[in-house]
Each structure stands twice: as C-alpha cells, then as structure tokens.
T-cell receptor, first 112, second 112 residues
Framework: NAGVTQTPKFQVLKTGQSMTLQCAQD?????MYWYRQDPGMGLRLIYY???????DKGEVPNGYNVSRLNKREFSLRLESAAPSQTSVYFC???????????FGQGTRLTVV | GESVGLHLPTLSVQEGDNSIINCAYS??????FIWYKQESGKGPQFIID?????DKRQGQRVTVLLNKTVKHLSLQIAATQPGDSAVYFC???????????FGEGTQLTVNP
C-alpha cells in the first residue's frame, strides 16, 4: 500500500518552461488536493478535487492548472514557470467530509 | 479572509516535559480540526483530529482540546521525546470537507 505517490521528487526549471507534477493515490479516496509550502510557512491550497470529475480553486490558483484524470490521479501543471513558483508541492488525498488527508512526500521545485 | 493561525512560531522543551502547542481559528463554521506533524523533508502526518461537537480527545501521548467559545485549539504532548521534534500544524476543514486550511506551524524542539 503506497498511499500517495508524487513524481518527480526534485525538479529545476527555467523561467517560462512548463511541467506537470504527477500524483496518484491507491486508497480509493474521493478527494484530492494540491498544496504549496514556502520556507517557514504553512501549506496553502492551490486546487482541490472533491470528487472525480470536479476541480475547484483554492487559495493560490494563479499560474496553475489541474486535471483529475481518474479517481486515482490528480496532476498539477505549470504552463509558464516563474521564480515565485519555487516551492515544495504536496499532493494529498482523503475521503472528504470530516476525515483527515494523507500527504505525499512532496516535490521540491526550483525555478531559475 | 478567514484563516487558521498559531500563537507561537517556536517552542523549546526539555525531554520528558509536557508540550502545549496552540492554535487560533476564526471560521466559526469549521466543524472539524486536525493536527499534523511534519518532520524535515517529509510530508505532513496525521496526529489526531477532533470534531466540533467534542471538547477533548485523547490519543497515545497526545490530547487535543477545543474551545469553541474563544475559537482556540491546542495540542498537548505528554512526556515529550526527541522524536517529537518537528513542525506541528493545525488545520480546519471547511466547505463540508472539501478542503483543509492550514495554520503557519510551530517548530517544536526537544532538548535532551
């Protein structure tokens, strides 16, 4: 049982490049989330998917797009990376209402 | 906007002492709260949760207290151990479970 798996673990991009962060969960969870965490700060919600087929903006959605490919997979895309998007990105999944979310190990992204 | 915040950014305790980490929240509609532990280089891990119809919940060496009157949440760790050194986040579940909002975190350091 792998839980929540994120790929890649590390990535360096040049300004303007695009990339997709992949996330998959094997717990049959309905809800999936993407967060970013900047140094010394908490996690800020970028996008979430309450169920397969739906996605909604979180606190900081600008510069990102998401796709809930199926119940297992939820990807995050940066169309034109900017230095301000240098951060650690966490994917999480959960059953939603009044249940905890389980987190992946994170993707450390640096935009130069 | 409404957010979850923490009173203290750092907390240093001696091994064997009890630790108390505090959290203030401002969304009176929140009905579910979670404490997470995040070790360096890892994703957040679930510690304990509490629903708004409860005042107290106990786990193994941890207790969460909820005071809805003053919108305050605390995490108590008994007999703190070096392995408890980490950043602790509280999170509140809003929009009927569709997303979690995190506070800024408290860095707990346990001195031998």
């Amino acid at each position: 049982n792998a839980g929540v798996t994120q790929t890649p673990k590390f990535q360096v991009l040049k300004t303007g490049q695009s990339m997709t962060l992949q996330c998959a969960q094997d717990m049959n969870h309905n809800s999936m989330y993407w967060y970013r965490q900047d140094p010394g700060m908490g996690l800020r919600l970028i996008y979430y998917s309450a169920s397969e087929g739906t996605t909604d903006k979180g606190e900081v959605p600008n510069g990102y797009n998401v796709s809930r490919l199926n119940k297992r997979e939820f990807s995050l895309r940066l169309e034109s990376a900017a230095p301000s998007q240098t951060s650690v990105y966490f994917c999480a999944s959960g059953q939603g209402l009044n249940t905890e979310a389980f987190f992946g190990q994170g993707t450390r992204l640096t935009v130069v | 906007g409404e957010s979850v915040g923490l009173h203290l950014p750092t907390l240093s305790v001696q091994e064997g002492d009890n630790s108390i980490i505090n959290c203030a929240y401002s969304n009176s509609a929140s009905d579910y709260f979670i404490w997470y532990k995040q070790e360096s280089g890892k994703g957040p891990q679930f510690i304990i949760d509490i629903r708004s119809n409860m005042d107290k919940r106990q786990g193994q060496r941890v207790t969460v207290l909820l005071n809805k009157t003053v919108k305050h949440l605390s995490l108590q760790i008994a007999a703190t151990q070096p392995g408890d050194s980490a950043v602790y986040f509280c999170a509140e579940n809003i929009d009927r479970g569709s997303r979690l909002t995190f506070g800024e975190g408290t860095q707990l350091t346990v001195n031998p």
